[in-house]
Structure formats: C-alpha cells, structure tokens
C-alpha cells in the first residue's frame, strides 16, 4: 500500500487552505468554529491559524467572523502588474473613444477557468462585468473563448472534455464540441461573443491579447455590454476598440511564431 506523502509544511497548508475556504465564501464572514469545521481541524488550531494570517493582514475579523484582509488584494494587483499589458490597459482604455465609457475587462486563461485580472469602469450608468480576481467557466465567456482562438480543435476538445461544460444560463454551451465550433467561429471573424451564456441578458465581445513575453500564460481583452443596448454599430464600435487597444498593448518586439498552444 502507497504511503502518503508527507506535508512539509503543515501550517502553511493549513493556512493556504483558509484562505481558499475564506475566497470561496464569495465575502461572507466566517466564524471560527465554520473554518475549523471547513478545514477539518480542531477550533483552537483554527483559532492560530488565524491569527498569523490577521497578523499578516491577509485575513481581518468582522462582525460575524472572518474575511479575506486587504493584503490579498495587494498580493493580486501585484501578480496582475507581472504582465506588461496590464500595466498600461487602463491608460489605454482611457484614450479610446470606443472604450472609456465600457466595462472592458482583461481576464488570464487558467486551466478550464477565465480568471480576471484588470478592469476599466468606464462611464456608464451601468456596473456589468466580473469582479477582480474572479473566476467564471473560460467555456461559457467571450473573454475566455478568445483565450482559446490560439489553441488547436484538439487541444480544445483535451482540456474540456472530461467532466462536461459548465451551464451558468440557458444560452450557455453544453459539449466540448459545441465549443470547439464556437472558437473556430471565432478564429474566423477574429473575436469571440458571449450572448447572455455567462450571464443573462448580458453580451460579451472579446480578442486574443497576445503574450508580451514567452511563457506569459493566454490573455483576452473583452467588453461587456447590455443585451439591450448591443447593436450591430455598437457591436463595431467595439470590436474596433478593442482591436485597436491590442494594437497598442501588443509588444513590438514579439515575434509570432506561428505555432499553436500547448
């Protein structure tokens, strides 16, 4: 019988944990006692746990326990500001007439997630769009089906297949294949569309931002628009911004290989 490996580090683990438990509860404080059932620990284990992460400013007590402190929004716009387009999307967003007054949104695409990373408010009345740090199935949004425009139909059908799609609407895509033919449509057209898929009544337009450097993981820069309000000469207003931010934030040292990602 295979022994377990043994954790090198026990605490860290304990408190990596926390802070996944802590980020899941989507901003609802917890209670000691519900972090220790959650980690599977004893309350007084639980209990220094949290008090290295307070102490560290990654967690702070409120009324009705524990959230995530301010720290982890720090440590996040410093892993966000690694990549270069970051640094100048919001710079960007402000100069383009198409762009100041959108929710324009850059997301990374990790594993079988779109995880966003920078957001432009724009002017609008309206607040759309995905909060910071979020993450939302790549498969059923604009920002990660533009994140999957560089991979091959069979890269596609390797990393959504096993496990099925992930339905947050009634529009939303139900089977790899499905989605394989939804990214070559948009290979084809040049960006990617999300019509209400992610959320309801909600269309996203979004395109490839390509890797300022080798081994910078698939980026998408998108906009999200009411589906009221999204027309065809809205639609092309948009689309134009965003093809000409890309323009801006591509670096023009890059060379493309023409290869595919792995």
């Known amino acids: 019988m295979a022994v377990p490996e043994r954790d090198p580090a026990p605490a860290v683990t304990r408190a990596l944990r926390a802070l996944t438990v802590l980020a899941e509860s989507r901003g609802a404080p917890m209670t000691l006692s519900e972090l220790a059932r959650a980690l599977g620990i004893a309350k007084s284990s639980a209990a220094n746990v949290c008090a290295a992460l307070e102490e560290g400013r990654m967690i702070e007590r409120v009324p009705g326990g524990y959230r995530l402190g301010r720290r982890t929004a720090e440590l996040g716009?410093?892993?966000?500001?690694?990549?270069?387009?970051?640094?100048e999307f919001f710079s960007v967003c402000a100069a383009s007439e198409p762009l100041r007054r959108e929710l324009v949104q850059i997301a990374m695409l990790e594993g079988r997630d779109a995880l966003y990373l920078?957001?432009?408010?724009?002017?609008?009345?309206?607040?759309?769009?995905?909060?910071?740090?979020?993450?939302?199935?790549?498969?059923?949004?604009?920002?990660?089906?533009?994140?999957?425009?560089?991979?091959?139909?069979?890269?596609?059908?390797?990393?959504?297949?096993?496990?099925?799609?992930?339905?947050?609407?009634?529009?939303?895509?139900?089977?790899?294949?499905?989605?394989?033919?939804?990214?070559?449509?948009?290979?084809?057209?040049?960006?990617?569309?999300?019509r209400s898929a992610s959320l309801e009544g909600i269309v996203g337009v979004a395109v490839p931002l390509p890797p300022w450097a080798p081994g910078d993981p698939p980026l998408a820069i998108g906009v999200a628009l009411p589906a009221a309000s999204a027309d065809e000469a809205s639609m092309a207003r948009v689309r134009e911004g965003l093809h000409d931010?890309?323009?801006?934030?591509?670096?023009?040292?890059a060379h493309d290989g023409g290869g595919s990602r792995a």
């Open 245 to 253: 931010a890309v323009a801006e934030l591509t670096n023009p040292m």
């Open 118 to 194: 920078a957001r432009h408010e724009g002017r609008g009345q309206e607040r759309l769009g995905t909060p910071l740090g979020s993450r939302l199935p790549a498969e059923q949004t604009a920002t990660g089906r533009a994140a999957l425009m560089s991979f091959t139909d069979e890269q596609i059908r390797e990393r959504f297949r096993a496990g099925g799609l992930r339905r947050l609407t009634p529009s939303s895509l139900a089977t790899a294949e499905e989605l394989v033919d939804v990214v070559a449509e948009a290979r084809g057209r040049g960006y990617a569309l999300d």
């Open 77 to 87: 716009g410093a892993f966000a500001l690694q990549f270069n387009q970051i640094r």
